[in-house]
């Protein structure tokens, strides 16, 4: 699991976990750790649609399709 910025940089990266394990496995296991992903007060991380939404977690809506064009040319 890796958490970057929004310069791109690398903020958090856990290794070690199986391919096969489940993301949202992985993502509890992160954020009960020790030195695991902090989330600042009043912060959120935008995540995949496969994790649920919690009060530092913004998944997309289910069933809504985005597409870049809606958000004009920039």
């Known amino acids: 699991m890796a958490a970057v910025d929004f310069d791109l940089r690398f903020t958090y ?3 070690g976990w199986e391919g096969s394990a489940h993301d949202a496995t992985v993502l509890a296991n992160t954020l009960t750790r020790e030195w695991g992903l902090q989330v600042p007060p009043g912060k959120f991380y ?7 939404a919690k009060p530092v977690l913004l998944p997309p809506f ?8 809606e958000w004009g040319n920039n």
Do not use: I, K
């Not at 935008?46 to 649920?52: K, M, R, S, T």
């Open 13 to 15: 990266v856990l290794a």
């Open 62 to 69: 289910c069933g809504v399709r985005y597409h870049l064009n």
């Open 46 to 52: 935008l995540v995949d649609a496969v994790y649920g």
